[in-house]
């Protein structure tokens, strides 16, 4: 008996070293799969995955499941979940009391009967399942400690059988989740340093495109990229918001490989509602359903792209405002997105929002100094150019230079008669002078809108292509405004490529316009000034002239031959085409025509044309536009030939006008 009982004890020595060896094995492989699995650069994901796999194989159990809690929110969420051969991705829910007892005691739960009363005994109310399982009958949960805090769990169930969990088994999963978590807290420190030097490296990829002074949008393609290459995603995008406008701007989207360059668009709830609440917005699967439950609306993709089956929204915020957000979404399977996805695209749209911020104060500085450039040389202009087309052509000049534009037009626009007068034009280096032409639409757009167009794709559609020039692939024109009137337009043309222009280039080209706008009024209000005065100079030289000859009209005692000559040098000195002199016969009251030339004039009573009104006023009479409104004006009737100018001056005797000297023009106003 003694020998049997011996043997006994030593079966079930055996027994109790193999299952520690067996724990021990199954440990040891644990850790040496979490290692590699390190070392191999997994994400956290990635190590979750191959945990859990692994302790499905060591265990009799339908499902198991590896959560993590935050105590805080007092949420659970999945990480790895199987029941009966299927992976389900359930969403992140509320700690039940059942998660709160594991937190709270820090110890094992184990129930091998009886589940669902004794559920409803811990609970209070009855056992639920998660939402596409089915309730066991057997359970233990094991709690992952890490400096004494319960970071997460570790649990198997059976859903045939009571009693299904041994000594055994709940010692080895004990021992390997113990195991277990020194390993993922480790595999999650690595996780974060890896977050962090992705994150460092967006940051550093945006510094480093400071000190390369690339302009705004080149930070957008390159912290895009960044994003492309660090995530499980076919659609990135960086978009901002004008929440005064209501619209969002496109400045970077990727699908499926392919760049797209969608115009801007009214906001979408989606962004309404990232905008009102500040914060991310996570939608894993279901998408257009629970779009749909969140905004009220259905989900409206870009046009040109697909709709996706999983989405990540982090808003980018600078101080408490919402100024855009950064996109992932991809279009091939649902629960795309780990917690780690969302924590490492938070982390860098933060200091990516900063960044942003810093690169786009300095874009404005250039754009400032740029502006403030164009300006002092439009300035400079003024001083060394007297001559308004040499404003247009040094302006033109400047422009050239400072944009990526084959062609650039400064236009006058005349709505009356609906034409255009091209001011400047220049194209692939060539200079051109087209004729005047009647303005299509986008200049009546101009006229009516009084707001920039910029037109990036199809612009070969829309063009009006002047003589001897190319089709443009994309187009923008900024209006110049004199007193809330559209004057004319700038506008650049890129023969090359679509998409040449971005919002800071129309930001630019507008401020640039509203300031130029005002330099090149002043520009033409000067020579307009100078050829006034140069013409009132003119016409007072030529007055005195006739003033002149008025007083020697007077002294001159032959009469006929004075006539003459007075006539003769009038009809020189001023290439008129009708000259007359009158002489009124106060006695008879008629008015005599002694010399003529160009149009013939009788003898006629004083009556009420415009000779009468200059010899009844003794003004000199100047009318160099619109003869009929002038006559009507001075409700004189017309007589003779009808002209585009007219000066006549009275012949004054001591304190009578006797007549009037007259040149016409028939062709120049």
Same mark, same amino acid.
């Given at each position: 008996?003694k020998?049997?009982?011996?043997?006994?004890?030593?079966?079930?020595?055996i027994?109790?070293?193999?299952?520690? +060896?067996?724990?021990?094995?199954?440990?040891?492989?644990?850790?040496?799969?979490?290692?590699? #699995?390190?070392?191999?650069?997994?994400?956290?994901?990635?190590?979750?995955?191959?945990?859990?796999?692994?302790?499905?194989d060591?265990?009799?159990?339908?499902?198991?499941?590896?959560y993590?809690?935050?105590?805080?929110?007092?949420?659970?969420?999945?990480?790895?979940?199987?029941?009966?051969?299927?992976r389900?991705?359930?969403?992140?829910?509320?700690?039940?009391?059942?998660?709160?007892?594991?937190?709270?005691?820090?110890?094992?739960?184990?129930?091998n009967?009886?589940?669902?009363?004794?559920?409803?005994?811990i609970t209070?109310i009855?056992?639920k399942?998660?939402?596409?399982?089915?309730m066991?009958?057997?359970?233990?949960?094991?709690?992952?400690?890490?400096?004494?805090?319960?970071?997460?769990?570790?649990?198997?169930?059976?859903?045939?059988? =009571?009693?299904?969990?041994?000594?055994?088994?709940?010692? $080895? $999963?004990?021992?390997?989740?113990?195991?277990?978590?020194?390993?993922?807290?480790n595999?999650?420190?690595?996780?974060?340093?890896?977050?962090?030097? #992705?994150?460092?490296?967006?940051?550093n990829?945006?510094?480093?495109? +400071?000190?390369a002074?690339?302009?705004?949008?080149?930070? !957008?393609?390159?912290?895009?990229?960044?994003?492309?290459?660090?995530?499980?995603s076919?659609?990135?995008?960086? !978009?901002?918001?004008?929440?005064?406008?209501?619209?969002?701007?496109?400045?970077? @989207?990727?699908?499926?490989?392919?760049?797209?360059?969608?115009?801007?668009?009214?906001?979408?709830?989606?962004?309404?509602?990232?905008?009102?609440?500040?914060?991310?917005? +996570?939608? %894993?699967?279901? #998408?257009?359903n629970?779009?749909?439950?969140?905004?009220?609306?259905?989900?409206?993709?870009?046009?040109?792209?697909? *709709?996706?089956?999983?989405? *990540?929204?982090?808003?980018?915020?600078?101080?408490?405002?919402?100024?855009?957000?950064?996109?992932?979404?991809?279009?091939?399977k649902?629960?795309?997105?780990?917690?780690?996805?969302v924590?490492? &695209?938070?982390?860098?749209?933060?200091?990516?929002?900063?960044?942003?911020? %810093?690169?786009? $104060?300095?874009?404005e500085?250039?754009?400032?100094?740029?502006? &403030?450039?164009?300006?002092?040389?439009?300035?400079?202009? *003024?001083?060394?150019?007297?001559?308004?087309q040499?404003i247009?052509?040094?302006?033109?000049?400047?422009?050239?230079k400072?944009?990526?534009?084959? #062609?650039?037009?400064?236009?006058? $626009?005349?709505?009356?008669?609906?034409?255009?007068?091209?001011?400047?034009?220049?194209?692939?280096?060539?200079?051109?002078?087209p004729?005047?032409?009647?303005?299509?639409?986008?200049?009546?757009?101009?006229?009516?809108?009084?707001?920039?167009?910029?037109?990036?794709?199809?612009?070969?559609?829309?063009?009006?292509?002047?003589?001897?020039?190319? =089709?443009?692939?994309?187009?923008?024109?900024?209006?110049?405004?004199?007193?809330?009137?559209?004057?004319?337009y700038?506008?650049?043309?890129?023969?090359?490529?679509?998409?040449?222009?971005?919002?800071?280039?129309?930001? &630019?080209?507008?401020?640039?316009?509203?300031?130029?706008?005002v330099?090149? =009024?002043?520009?033409?209000?000067?020579?307009?000034?100078?050829?006034? /005065?140069?013409?009132?100079e003119?016409w007072?030289?030529?007055?005195?002239?006739?003033?002149?000859?008025?007083?020697?009209?007077?002294?001159?005692?032959?009469?006929?031959? &004075?006539?003459? @000559?007075?006539?003769?040098?009038?009809?020189?000195?001023?290439?008129?085409?009708?000259? !007359?002199?009158?002489?009124?016969?106060?006695?008879?009251?008629? *008015?005599?025509?002694?010399?003529?030339?160009?149009? !013939?004039?009788?003898?006629?009573?004083?009556?009420?044309?415009?000779?009468?009104?200059?010899?009844?006023?003794?003004?000199?009479?100047?009318?160099?536009?619109?003869?009929?409104?002038?006559?009507?004006?001075?409700k004189?009737?017309?007589?003779?030939?009808?002209?585009?100018?007219? /000066?006549?001056?009275?012949?004054?005797?001591?304190?009578?006008?006797?007549?009037?000297?007259?040149?016409?023009?028939?062709e120049?106003?």
């Amino acid at each position: 008996m003694k020998k049997s009982g011996t043997i006994t004890k030593d079966i079930d020595q055996i027994y109790i070293l193999s299952n520690q +060896l067996k724990q021990r094995e199954a440990e040891l492989s644990l850790i040496k799969s979490v290692q590699e #699995a390190i070392a191999a650069e997994v994400d956290m994901q990635g190590i979750y995955d191959l945990v859990g796999d692994k302790i499905r194989d060591l265990f009799d159990a339908q499902v198991v499941g590896i959560y993590t809690i935050d105590p805080d929110k007092k949420m659970e969420y999945f990480h790895y979940l199987y029941e009966d051969g299927s992976r389900i991705f359930p969403s992140p829910r509320p700690l039940d009391k059942i998660r709160l007892l594991l937190v709270e005691t820090k110890e094992l739960i184990l129930i091998n009967e009886d589940l669902t009363q004794k559920v409803a005994e811990i609970t209070g109310i009855p056992a639920k399942a998660v939402p596409g399982t089915q309730m066991p009958k057997s359970l233990l949960f094991v709690p992952m400690l890490v400096r004494g805090k319960v970071t997460g769990y570790v649990s198997i169930q059976n859903l045939d059988k =009571e009693h299904a969990f041994r000594d055994s088994d709940v010692g $080895l $999963l004990s021992t390997l989740t113990n195991t277990m978590s020194s390993a993922l807290e480790n595999a999650r420190l690595f996780n974060e340093s890896e977050q962090r030097n #992705a994150e460092l490296a967006v940051i550093n990829s945006v510094q480093e495109g +400071l000190s390369a002074e690339m302009d705004i949008q080149e930070i !957008y393609d390159l912290v895009g990229n960044k994003i492309r290459d660090l995530f499980d995603s076919q659609v990135t995008g960086i !978009y901002t918001f004008d929440k005064e406008a209501g619209i969002e701007n496109f400045h970077y @989207l990727f699908e499926d490989g392919e760049r797209l360059y969608p115009e801007s668009r009214p906001l979408i709830p989606v962004r309404k509602w990232i905008i009102n609440n500040s914060c991310l917005l +996570l939608i %894993n699967e279901d #998408a257009k359903n629970k779009v749909f439950e969140i905004t009220g609306e259905k989900l409206s993709p870009v046009p040109g792209t697909r *709709l996706p089956k999983s989405m *990540l929204f982090v808003p980018l915020i600078i101080g408490n405002e919402v100024k855009g957000c950064v996109s992932l979404q991809n279009l091939d399977k649902e629960n795309a997105f780990s917690e780690s996805d969302v924590q490492l &695209l938070s982390t860098i749209s933060n200091s990516m929002s900063v960044a942003l911020e %810093n690169a786009r $104060l300095f874009n404005e500085t250039e754009l400032r100094n740029a502006e &403030l450039a164009v300006i002092n040389s439009v300035q400079e202009g *003024l001083v060394s150019e007297m001559d308004i087309q040499g404003i247009y052509n040094l302006v033109g000049d400047r422009l050239r230079k400072l944009f990526d534009a084959q #062609a650039v037009v400064i236009a006058t $626009l005349i709505p009356k008669e609906k034409k255009e007068i091209f001011n400047y034009i220049y194209e692939n280096g060539a200079r051109h002078y087209p004729e005047d032409r009647t303005y299509n639409n986008i200049r009546q757009q101009l006229i009516d809108t009084r707001e920039y167009i910029c037109i990036n794709k199809n612009a070969s559609k829309l063009a009006k292509v002047v003589p001897g020039t190319k =089709e443009p692939k994309s187009m923008l024109f900024v209006p110049l405004i004199i007193s809330d009137t559209v004057e004319g337009y700038i506008s650049l043309q890129n023969i090359d490529r679509e998409n040449a222009f971005n919002d800071s280039d129309i930001r &630019l080209l507008n401020t640039l316009a509203n300031s130029m706008t005002v330099t090149l =009024e002043n520009a033409r209000l000067f020579t307009e000034t100078t050829r006034l /005065l140069g013409e009132t100079e003119q016409w007072a030289t030529e007055m005195q002239t006739v003033n002149n000859i008025s007083r020697a009209l007077v002294a001159q005692l032959e009469f006929d031959a &004075l006539v003459n @000559l007075v006539g003769e040098q009038m009809k020189d000195t001023f290439k008129a085409d009708i000259v !007359y002199l009158a002489i009124h016969d106060a006695e008879s009251s008629m *008015l005599h025509f002694p010399y003529n030339y160009g149009d !013939y004039a009788e003898s006629r009573p004083f009556g009420n044309g415009i000779t009468e009104k200059i010899i009844i006023t003794q003004e000199p009479l100047l009318i160099n536009q619109n003869l009929n409104e002038a006559y009507d004006k001075l409700k004189a009737e017309k007589r003779g030939k009808m002209v585009e100018s007219y /000066l006549g001056v009275p012949i004054i005797m001591g304190k009578k006008a006797i007549g009037v000297i007259s040149v016409q023009s028939i062709e120049y106003e």
